[in-house]
């Protein structure tokens, strides 16, 4: 009898810790398309639609978070939440802190946004985000590199001066281009810069990071993926999906 | 949200102003006021009683009282207070889930500190990760709140000390010669005099907790700043509602708000000044002796 209350008990409690499984996403909600905060204060954005479609594919209760670009890594490493899915590119340098899964969205263009198509960029500071690859790659290039926390402040240092030109995900810019009403435009050079965008994982993770892993790679397989990406409201038709190279290994 | 709001990009004028202020986020952000307000409603009286506590042992006769109270106050007042935030707060949230770890993780786990990271076993977290958004944002808020009492506790505890040291000795003097003991002196003549002497030292450390609220943000609580911050953002097309940059506008919202939160502050605390200071053996409560003679 007892040994029977032991392990309905054991049973039990093994059922509650499965079902007790809740993955936290974090993201910045500052970065419209890939991630923003709507009028009702939910999270939104194409993340919001990916991250839900993947965590339905891999069986797992997700809920979302936001937290500053800044010390969204630390946090990620102090058990805040779980998985990072911030619109964040590959890089080796965050390679060494967290883990990528397989990315999402293949390598995108960088654009630069100015007053005027014939901006200098060398005449003055061009403005970044802190800890982007966009403001690592302005510093490495030969151009002064003014940076600000958030992204809504680079774009308002081009328009009062501040900066030259703010260089980050074209994706990010073209709708603050489109309806500036030529106040701002994009230059017609462009940058390619990181390895894709990737959600990131604590190095210890690996269980859940394999899991997020599969569920990419099945939405990349039927092509749900691709389809998500163009849809107008995030990146739009022109915009480079997976393609082929998605299927390989299917 | 109203029916008539349902699709905003559709109205213009008053109507769509209207709509755009009584957005889910706005909402949001006029509660957001309330969490500074409960926030001020919880942390001054706590850093108040850390502050008791914490002069009360300084000025003790028991060594290691004195030297726990010093060390406290000294402490905390050395260090920038933004650094101390940031500090605190994860130390905090780590000593607890540490605590948690020792009771609930199956024997044999890792110590949770591992390289960068720190990570305890699902069933240590705090709070779970199963809680609902709620609990998350209390437990947050809780951890500010605590930290904000610590920091301005030790402020405190420093007027306090100096406040207990200025009431004249010849007061306690007298209450000995009248045969009353060391804790009768402390609580019959000692603590209802310092409150004049330690009433201004005090009122501008509540004047300053007003306005360090912001502060809040950097814990990771959303609060007022935050909002304006987000909401005056220009919007693209993206959002239900698409506007430029109107962060100006919020901020000064919020400069109304801190100023009008300090005046009525100043107003009270001078009539509490008043209060304190009738009947005492200073100078405001000798011109009150005076005006009403």
Known sequence: MKKLLLATALVALGAGMAAAQTVRLGTEGAYPPYNFVNDKGEVAGFERELGDELCKRAGLTCTWVTNEWDSIIPNLQSGNYDVIIAGMSITPERGEVVDFSQPYIPPASSAYLALSKDADLKSGPVAAQTSTIQAAFVAENGMTVVEYATPEETVAAVKNGEAVAVLADKDYLKPIADESGGALVLL????????????????????????????????????????????????GPETKVWGEEGKQGC | ???????????????????????????????????????????????????????????????????????????????????????????????????????????????????????????????????????????????????????????????????????????????????????????????????????????NLWMILIKATPLLFLLGVKDIVYYARELGGSKTQAYEFPHGDWRLYYFLGLLVFYLCMTRVSEILLGKLAGRLSRGQATAAGEAMRKAAA
């Open chain 1, 188 to 235: 017609d050079r462009e940058e390619v810069i990181g390895g894709g965008v990737g959600m990131a994982f604590r190095k210890s993770d690996t269980e859940l990071r394999g899991k997020f892993d599969a569920a990419i790679k099945s939405m990349k397989c039927d092509g749900t993926l691709d389809a998500m990406i163009v849809k107008p409201e995030y990146f």
């Open chain 2, 1 to 203: 949200m109203l029916s008539s709001c349902a699709d905003p990009k559709a109205i213009e004028g008053l109507s769509w102003l209207f709509c755009y202020l009584t957005s889910g986020k706005h909402i949001d952000f006029y509660w957001s006021f309330l969490t500074v307000l409960l926030l001020l409603a919880i942390t001054a009286p706590a850093a108040l009683g850390f502050g008791f506590v914490g002069a009360t042992a300084a000025r003790s006769p028991f060594l290691p009282a004195r030297m726990l109270g010093k060390t406290y106050i000294a402490m905390v007042r050395g260090v920038p207070d933004i650094i101390y935030f940031l500090f605190f707060v994860i130390a905090l949230d780590q000593a607890i889930e540490y605590l948690k770890f020792l009771a609930v993780c199956p024997a044999g786990s890792p110590l949770p500190w591992q390289g960068l990271e720190f990570r305890v076993c699902p069933e240590a977290k705090v709070p779970l990760s199963t809680s609902s958004a709620g609990w998350h944002k209390a437990y947050g808020f809780l951890l500010a709140a605590v930290t904000f009492a610590i920091v301005f506790g030790a402020f405190a505890a420093n007027v306090l000390y100096g406040a207990m040291q200025a009431v004249p000795r010849a007061q306690l003097e007298t209450a000995e010669a009248y045969g009353m003991s060391h804790k009768q002196v402390f609580r019959r003549i000692l603590v209802p005099q310092m409150w004049s002497y330690a009433l201004p030292g005090l009122s």
